[in-house]
């Protein structure tokens, strides 16, 4: 195996990734990985990034997320000697970690992505947090964790005291503090014009939900 070889790489990553998110039920499974991967090279396509960086990068972003690992250090660390192991070149693997250690939404909280390629991925990974699949992964989540679908009695400012990851908030809020905001955080225009559509969804399924609730909108 030649260390430029890329194509071995990549194909070594998705097997690595497969055995990580193995049986993984909180919607960051192998299939939204293969999803980001997908919709991160259409971006990349359209906007004239390294094919390679954000493919690499979108198929790792989740290996490091610190949600699924004991710290966001000990995820990162996992994937840099992963890349070690498999004799990644210095700077491909800078350019991956840069990106993972820097895309996630963590409140709203981190800078903005510095390089095309991170713009490329974040997109993409905020793409499949939104319109149809992004419902899916959000209830899927919560339940996992533990959160309610939904408590009318509770009002979005009572909601927004909880901590970001907070068990104390519903599947209804996380709609509120994030993935409706995603549409306008889209770093690429193709990737603004693919949230048009799924950010719309959102909304319509929001009003379907409250009617059905029989309760108003927050």
Avoid at 18 to 47: C, F, M, P, Y
Avoid at 59 to 77: P, W
Avoid at 119 to 137: C, E, F, M, P
Wanted: net charge negative; glycine share 6%.
């Amino acid at each position: 195996m030649k260390v430029a070889d890329h194509s071995w790489l990549i194909q070594q990553a998705e097997r690595f990734v497969k055995q990580v998110h193995a049986g993984e039920a909180s919607g960051h499974d192998w299939w939204h990985i293969d999803r980001v991967r997908n919709t991160a090279l259409d971006i990349a396509a359209k906007e004239n990034a390294d094919r390679t960086v954000c493919e690499l990068a979108a198929l790792l972003h989740d290996v490091a997320d610190e949600k699924l690992n004991a710290s966001k250090e000990a995820g990162l660390e996992k994937v840099r000697a992963w890349l070690t192991e498999q004799a990644a070149d210095e700077d491909l693997t800078g350019k991956v970690m840069d990106i993972i250690a820097n895309m996630s939404y963590n409140g709203g909280k981190n800078p903005p992505m510095t390089t095309l390629e991170g713009q490329v991925v974040q997109d993409a990974d905020r793409l499949d947090a939104i319109g149809a699949i992004g419902i899916a992964r959000t209830f899927a989540y919560s339940g996992a964790k533990g959160r309610i679908i939904h408590d009318p009695e509770l009002s979005l400012d009572d909601l927004a005291q909880e901590d970001y990851r907070s068990a104390g908030k519903t599947a209804i809020y996380h709609f509120y503090e994030k993935l409706l905001k995603l549409k306008s955080l889209m770093n690429t225009p193709y990737a603004r014009e693919l949230a048009e559509q799924r950010h719309a969804f959102m909304e319509q399924y929001l009003q379907q939900f409250y009617r059905e609730w029989g309760s108003r909108n927050p």
